[in-house]
């Protein structure tokens, strides 16, 4: 089912695996349109599904990354490449390890750089080198965030160094041995740069993403929920599965 609210095309799929497909489907048009198109790509467990499809769809010739570029959302302080909870090491696992893309067009936050500012101003000069990204895959937390700009953001920010919320560090801790372990500070994309993506593609799945959603799409854009700023955006698909699709058409029917 698809529906059109304030702007935004809501898909609803049944599962999980349905989200994914539909996800890898979109990005996959995406990139046989441009073949040079120039991909915002997110982690977290809910993209895993996503990328598994696009490889299989690439093994069989469906999809072509040659051209691709990329820019990943976030990255986390002083994790390197070769440690197995930063972003960069999961991108390699879930993607890029598998692919045809040209290891020179990948671009992920430098999260042990010495110089941050430095390391955030040339970020953002990258991607405006590139012209926008065309497309923007985005997850949500349990609070709202998108990369990881946390509740009371700076809406107009680019990338910039982040410290993460409680409930961020415990939603995260399931990926490090103790909750000890997980970084307190990220570099991430700013709200601005995802605002100026063409198109947003921002996927949710299970009942412990329902209230973010809920209030990402039917209550007042607030810098509390910085996932609420996308209902400006001009370009938003929103995928989810049956659990938060109960709740949007609900909601929908009411109104
Ligand atoms: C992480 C990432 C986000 C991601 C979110 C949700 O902290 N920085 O980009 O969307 O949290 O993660 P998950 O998909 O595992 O629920």
Do not use: W
């Not at 560090?169 to 970084?183: E, G, K, T």
């Amino acid at each position: 089912m698809t529906y059109n609210y304030k702007g935004m095309n809501i898909i609803i799929r049944d599962t999980y695996e349905d989200v994914s497909k539909k996800a890898a489907q979109l990005i996959a048009a995406q990139v046989t349109l441009n073949t040079k198109s120039v991909l915002g790509l997110a982690t977290g467990s809910t993209p895993e599904g996503t990328y598994k499809n696009l490889i299989e769809m690439y093994k069989n010739d469906i999809v072509d990354f040659q051209d691709v570029v990329t820019f990943n959302l976030d990255e986390y302080l002083d994790l390197g490449a070769e440690n197995e909870q930063s972003y960069a090491y999961y991108m390699n696992k879930h993607l890029f390890d598998h692919v045809n893309i040209n290891r020179e067009n990948i671009h992920i936050p430098n999260g042990c750089t010495e110089d941050r500012e430095k390391t955030c101003e040339e970020y953002d000069n990258m991607i405006f080198n590139y012209g926008k990204i065309d497309l923007q895959l985005l997850g949500i937390g349990t609070n709202g965030h998108i990369g990881f700009n946390e509740p009371d953001v700076h809406f107009e920010a680019g990338t910039h160094v982040v410290e993460l919320d409680d409930e961020t560090i415990s939603a995260n801790a399931r990926f490090f041995d103790d909750i000890s372990d997980v970084p307190t500070k990220a570099i991430s994309m700013g709200i601005r740069n995802i605002m100026q993506s063409k198109k947003v593609l921002l996927l949710a799945t299970g009942a412990k993403k329902i209230d973010a959603v809920h209030k990402m799409l039917f209550e007042e854009i607030t810098p509390n929920l910085p996932a609420s700023i996308l209902q400006v955006h001009n370009d938003v698909t929103i995928i989810v599965d049956k659990v938060i699709g109960d709740m949007i058409i609900n909601k929908l029917d009411k109104k």
